[in-house]
């Protein structure tokens, strides 16, 4: 397997898509019910923790950058074969493959018990995975321009639902933010680390960076695609603290959702019946990236077509979807996703910077001494 990757110009995409790539892998059914967990560990000062990850995010995504910058053209998958071998690197590889793959499980089964909830109580699991199966399948089957073309369209179209969050900030009461200041060190922490599940996407660099061209301006459109995600989560959370009370925020399963129930249009009586159907155009860039990642890595590490492996892992979706059925299930494997991701997406990173510098390092001596 080669280390470095040769892209061919009608595969590259320009340098300012990574911020439609960073905020659709990211933005996703994750912030719907964000707020009830940050507001569990951290309360009042949930904004607080909220901007505590999203500076340590700032920390893994340079680490990221400069681990990739260390080579010509290479990503993760090759990366990890160069570190560690080509057995170990392989596993390694294979590791991301499958938490692409649970990742990918855990927002089609969230967002379909979402429409289940609030929409068709009456529609199987099944047909609603084969749905959005049918567009994720028909995005990557176009190949790595249709699939970031998918994310700016979704995030042009998907922005103004924010917009009309304007009924519940009208009704917000300034004493639920008080007291302020009060959570402790390890509550902040610990609320931070509630947004795990949210902020789960920023792997996504380490596969799609060889795509880019003119890596040297590639900082700008990261960082700023982090800054939209943690003001998505940041100005949510403050709007439902704001709007529930400390009990009613508690007990809210998707309290982002439920904030538009109070949206009322003349032509409309249940505002949020449009808004869970529109809100597959925020999770849809989320689904296709991480299947586009999963098959990608399939074809890289085993030279299996990505085509073939779309296919298999659709239908492997689909076979795992008909036995998870109930709501807990379903939140165990979030929370599962949620641990395992962080590990791989929010420490790794930290742990294999030092690794490759040295690695290079030691390379740099061998090939001095030799010359």
């Not at 008909?322 to 949620?338: G, H, L, P, R």
């Not at 991701?341 to 510098?357: A, R, S």
């Amino acid at each position: 397997m080669d280390i470095n990757l040769n892209i061919k110009p009608g595969l590259r995409i320009r340098t300012f898509y990574l911020f439609f790539i960073i905020v659709g892998a990211q933005v996703g059914v994750g912030v719907l019910g964000v707020p009830r967990y940050i507001f569990e560990e951290a309360r009042q000062d949930s904004w607080i923790s909220i901007l505590i990850a999203f500076v340590y995010m700032a920390i893994v995504a340079s680490a990221m950058l400069i681990i990739l910058n260390q080579y010509k053209n290479a990503d993760i998958f090759g990366i990890q074969v160069d570190i560690f071998g080509k057995w170990v690197g392989k596993l390694l590889g294979t590791i991301y493959i499958i938490f692409f793959t649970a990742e990918l499980l855990s927002v089609i089964l969230t967002y379909t018990q979402v429409v289940q909830v609030f929409l068709y109580p009456t529609m199987s699991s099944l047909t609603m995975g084969v749905l959005l199966m049918i567009l994720i399948v028909y995005s990557v089957l176009g190949g790595i321009r249709v699939v970031v073309g998918v994310a700016f369209l979704c995030i042009l179209i998907a922005p103004w639902i924010f917009i009309l969050l304007y009924d519940p900030i009208s009704r917000i009461e300034m004493s639920h933010y008080l007291p302020m200041f009060q959570a402790s060190a390890t509550e902040l922490l610990k609320g931070a680390k509630a947004t795990v599940y949210t902020f789960l996407g920023l792997e996504i660099l380490f596969i799609i960076y060889p795509f880019v061209d003119n890596k040297k301006k590639a900082k700008r459109p990261i960082f700023l695609g982090l800054v939209i995600s943690a003001l998505h989560v940041l100005i949510t959370t403050i709007i439902a603290i704001g709007y529930y009370s400390s009990y009613g925020l508690s007990i809210m399963q998707w309290p982002v959702l439920a904030l538009f129930k109070s949206v009322t249009l003349p032509f409309l009586e249940r505002f949020d019946y449009l808004v869970v159907a529109q809100w597959m155009m925020v999770a849809l860039p989320t689904m296709v990236f991480l299947m586009w990642a999963a098959t990608y890595g399939v074809k890289r590490l085993y030279g299996i077509s990505q085509k073939k492996a779309l296919y298999s892992i659709a239908i492997l979706q689909l076979i795992t979807i008909t036995f998870i059925q109930t709501d807990n299930t379903i939140q165990k494997v979030t929370n599962i996703v949620a641990k395992v991701g962080f590990w791989i997406v929010f420490v790794y990173p930290i742990v294999l910077l030092p690794v490759v510098l040295l690695k290079k390092k030691l390379q740099k001596h061998k090939g001095s001494a030799n010359s």
